[in-house]
């Protein structure tokens, strides 16, 4: 019994020391890792191109879906 209590405290010292050894960027962030430095102007732009892409994309699959829902009933 008293080499099991030994063993979980050197476990949780080996892991407290490691969290401890490791820089403040690699721990965890509160805001799960979000940015906090704001996008150049050239970022922002991109990102929104690439939104409005994704939503291109979307509603191309949406109408094609919706194609082939109308083409069902006419078969039947």
């Known amino acids: ?13 080996a ?20 940015a906090t430095v704001p996008l150049s102007n050239e970022d922002a732009e991109l990102v929104k191109e690439l939104a409005l892409i ?8 949406l109408e094609l879906f919706e194609e082939q829902e109308a083409k069902k009933p006419q078969e039947q």
Do not use: H, K
């Not at 892991?15 to 979000?34: T, V």
């Open 15 to 34: 892991a407290a020391a490691q969290e401890r050894s490791q820089p403040p960027e690699l721990r965890q962030q509160p805001d799960g890792g979000a």
């Open 54 to 61: 994704e939503r291109f994309e979307l509603l191309r699959n």
């Open 1 to 13: 019994m008293v080499r099991v209590v030994w063993f979980i405290a050197i476990v949780l010292a």
